[in-house]
């Protein structure tokens, strides 16, 4: 089947700007997050879902971040007034739910690269 | 919260060479990922290994949970092993579902 998929594959867009960016998580999948990766580091964890609901959000950085997932399947974040330091790779995975404690496979996206003149 | 720490952070070798890349994290945890990640490309999950060892191919990985550490080994290395090799835990202690935390990556190169 389909893997996760993200769109746009790039965004550039000026300081101070909106953006919307997309996750489809693979079908059936309960759990969804979102992570950002800056040039030669490692992803950073920003938010997590459980179905509609946001489980965990303490990786977000600010409240121009903000994340929706309002059917429990397609997720969007969105950044508002963006600034230069908001420029990274965005990356959206997505994992079949297990009982508490139990740990699955995250399944990655290809990312959305946001660059913010 | 859980920390990782890799190393080495850049490795070069010679084709066929034995590859190992460490992780250590510092809270137990439920499972580690090993994921690869080609240049310009997404990410693909290698392994996920909550105790012993899991081989697939030519990749071993084994992880030590009492004393907090993983190995990625790569037998007779080639140069389309070339990539990054991210370590990760669950962010919490015990989290199963939880995000993840990564380390820092390990670039390796494979020359011919």
């Known amino acids: 089947g389909a893997g996760v998929s993200q769109t746009p594959s790039n965004k550039v867009t000026e300081k101070g700007k909106y953006v919307e960016l997309r996750c489809d998580p693979i079908?059936?999948?309960?759990?969804l997050y979102w992570y950002r990766q800056s040039l030669g580091q490692g992803p950073e964890f920003l938010i997590y879902?459980?179905?509609?609901?946001?489980?965990?959000d303490s990786g977000l950085p600010n409240d121009r971040f903000f994340a929706v997932r309002p059917e429990g399947s397609v997720s969007t974040l969105k950044i508002q007034r963006t600034e230069r330091g908001d420029s990274a790779v965005y990356l959206c995975?997505?994992?079949?739910?297990?009982?508490?404690?139990?740990?699955?496979?995250?399944?990655f996206g290809p990312g959305t690269r946001l660059t913010v003149l | 919260k859980n920390e990782v720490e890799q190393s080495p952070q850049n490795l070069t070798a010679q084709e066929g060479e034995f590859i190992t890349i460490n992780c250590s994290y510092s809270v137990g945890i439920s499972a580690l990922h090993w994921l690869q990640q080609h240049p310009g490309g997404g990410i693909v999950s290698l392994f996920m290994l909550s105790s012993g060892k899991k081989k697939h191919g030519r990749l071993i990985a084994t992880i030590n949970i009492q004393e907090k550490h993983s190995s990625l080994h790569i037998t007779a290395s080639h140069p389309r092993d070339s990539a990054v090799y991210i370590c990760?835990?669950?962010?919490?202690?015990?989290?199963?579902?939880?995000?993840?935390?990564f380390g820092k990556g390990t670039h390796l190169i494979i020359q011919p």
């Open positions: 990760a835990v669950p962010m919490y202690s015990g989290g199963g579902a939880d995000g993840l935390t």
């Open positions: 079908s059936g999948h309960t759990a």
């Open positions: 879902f459980q179905g509609t609901g946001a489980a965990d």
């Open positions: 995975a997505s994992s079949a739910y297990r009982s508490a404690g139990g740990a699955d496979t995250q399944y």
